[in-house]
């Protein structure tokens, strides 16, 4: 055994001398191990959404500058349903904290709606900026229920407004 | 005697050592974390939409009459008040108005004021105020207030709902005073 010793404590030193190249080894190796976390994390935890409906709000009048609010509990609030992990809790996101809703190319602020405060109801838990919910012991959660404020401007022109969204769900 | 460093092992005086260590063992970690959050998160696009209609234009001098349908307001047993603790005690009532006007019109409703004030007749001191907190419109209106008279220009259930916290215990005789108003969009 004591023979080993030298031998031992110059592959340490080494080990050491090298220690910049072993973080980058370690680097090169998550990112080889990358598609096998996420296959092995889709395989453990799937999770879909399913988008039931999307978000719309009142119809209104031209030429008056007004705020409108759709509440997660309206009829018309954005509905989506989910299928994960029994028990987990997930954490449910609006990922732009504000979009414009466009009249045709929406080039000019005549054609635009700003729309943000986003709120969460239905089946989530409205913390702040999020809404939280638990997968049931049969892994669903249903009807996760998202409203908006759309603040429309006097100068608005008259038409159909549309915009896009995306709802991010994250295991907690 | 020379004190060592405390990042120092084994009498080391290589700062970078332990130090060095830590930082490339905790990037790793990071990495793994957020590798694994990113793979579990899952995004779904969705649209909004709004429809901006033309304003009415009225086919000409255009009448708006309004009346008072019925107030229905809860009674409320005070048993707890909100000096005992709990949650504070909340009372929710329900006005409802029928309109008139000009068929197919929009029209926008509005409360007159936010802190209209409920008080038990005959008081005046302010401690048997309680303050109107939230309204709501319901019925044939959205919750923006804004509503559309059908093709014989009625509006019959336009709902005003209103909700104040009970902060005194005020038995019965409680009374207040609001105005609706309506105008054409």
């Known amino acids: 055994m004591r023979h080993l010793v030298p031998h031992l404590s110059h592959g340490l030193r080494c080990v050491w001398r090298w220690r910049g190249g072993l973080c980058t080894l370690l680097a090169a190796l998550l990112l080889t191990l990358l598609p096998s976390v996420s296959a092995w994390a889709k395989n453990h935890w799937p999770i879909a959404v399913t988008l039931v409906q999307g978000l719309s709000f009142p119809p209104a009048s031209q030429g008056l500058t ?13 509905v989506f349903n ?17 979009v414009n809703m466009l009249l045709g190319a929406g080039g000019t602020p005549a054609t635009q709606i700003l729309v943000d405060t986003w709120a969460f109801g239905g089946s989530l838990l409205d913390v702040i900026g999020a ?5 049931s012991n049969v892994g669903l959660i249903n009807n996760m229920r998202v409203g908006a404020t759309a603040h429309v401007a006097a100068a608005n022109l008259p038409g159909a407004y549309v915009g896009n969204v995306t709802f991010r769900v994250l295991y907690l | 005697m020379n004190a060592r460093p405390p990042w120092t092992r084994n009498g080391s005086t290589d700062p970078g050592g332990v130090r060095g260590e830590r930082t490339a063992l905790g990037a790793f970690v990071a990495g793994i974390l957020v590798t694994a959050t990113l793979v579990l998160a899952l995004d779904t696009s969705f649209t909004i939409g709004m429809q901006l209609m033309e304003p009415t234009r009225l086919a000409g001098p255009s009448t708006l009459t309004l009346a008072h349908v019925a107030t229905v307001l809860p009674v409320v047993t005070m048993s707890t008040s909100h000096a005992e603790g709990g949650a504070q005690p909340m009372a929710e009532g329900s006005i409802t108005f029928a309109a008139k006007g000009e068929a197919g019109a929009y029209i926008t409703g509005s409360v007159s004021a936010a802190d209209v004030r409920f008080h038990v007749v005959g008081e005046v001191s302010n401690a048997m105020y309680f303050p109107v907190v939230q309204w709501r419109f319901g019925g044939d209106m959205d919750p ?14 336009l709902q005003v709902n209103v909700i104040a916290p009970l902060v005194v215990s005020i038995s019965d005789g409680s009374t207040g005073s609001a105005t609706f108003r309506l105008v054409y969009q």
Do not use: W
């Not at chain 1, 007004?66 to 018309?76: G, I």
């Not at chain 1, 809404?131 to 997968?135: I, V």
């Open chain 1, 66 to 78: 007004l705020n409108y609010v759709t509440l997660p509990l309206d009829a018309t609030a954005a």
């Open chain 1, 82 to 98: 989910s299928v994960g992990q029994k028990g987990q809790t997930i954490n449910c996101t609006i990922v732009q904290p504000s």
């Open chain 1, 131 to 135: 809404g939280q919910a638990s997968f």
């Open chain 2, 144 to 157: 923006s207030g804004v509503a559309r008279f059908n093709s014989s220009g009625l509006l019959a259930n």
